[in-house]
C-alpha cells in the first residue's frame, strides 16, 4: 500500500510503500509512533506522528481493474456469440447472461477491496497515551 505525509515545512505530498493495513500495525512492525523521513522536496528530516500518515486509493489497481473488465469482457462476448449460435434454449441463453456478469463482478470486488483496504487504514488511529 502507498502512504502518503505532508511535509509541515514546503507542505509536499510525501510517498513511501508499505504493507500494513493499518497504523497501530505500522507502530507494532516498528516499535514506534513517529515515522522519520527526509522531505523530497526540501531535503528536511522529518518527524511525523504516524496519526499524520494517510493511504490513497490506488490509480494503479483501478487500472489493473479496469484492463481485467476490458479484456473479460472481450473474451466474454466471442465464446458467447459462438454459443449463441449454437444454443437455441432459453436457459442457455440465461446461463450466457449470467456469465456476461463474471468480468463486471471482478471489476467491483477490486474497486470494494481497494475502498476498504484504504478507509481501515485511514479510520485507525493511535492512541496518544502510551
Known amino acids: 500500500m502507498r502512504l502518503f505525509l505532508k511535509c509541515p515545512h514546503c507542505k509536499f505530498e510525501n510517498t513511501f510503500k508499505s504493507q500494513v493495513t493499518s497504523r497501530i500495525e505500522y507502530a507494532m512492525k516498528h516499535n514506534t509512533k513517529i515515522k522519520k523521513l527526509n522531505c523530497e522536496n526540501c531535503n528536511k528530516n522529518l518527524e511525523i506522528p504516524l496519526n499524520k500518515i494517510y493511504a490513497k486509493e490506488s490509480k494503479h489497481t483501478y ?4 484492463i481485467i473488465f476490458l479484456i473479460g469482457s ?7 456469440a459462438k454459443i449463441l449460435s ?4 432459453p436457459m442457455g441463453l440465461y446461463a450466457l447472461a449470467l456469465i456476461l456478469l463474471v468480468p463486471v463482478w471482478i471489476y467491483v470486488i477490486i474497486k470494494k477491496q481497494e475502498r476498504i483496504r484504504v478507509s481501515t487504514f485511514n479510520y485507525a488511529y493511535l492512541s496518544e497515551e502510551l
Not at 487500472?63 to 479496469?66: D, N, V
Not at 472481450?74 to 458467447?80: K, P, Q, S
Not at 449454437?86 to 434454449?89: D, I, L, R, V
Request: proline share 0%; aromatic share 20%; net charge positive.
Open 63 to 66: 487500472l489493473f481493474a479496469g
Open 74 to 80: 472481450v473474451l466474454v462476448l466471442i465464446f458467447w
Open 86 to 89: 449454437s444454443s437455441k434454449s
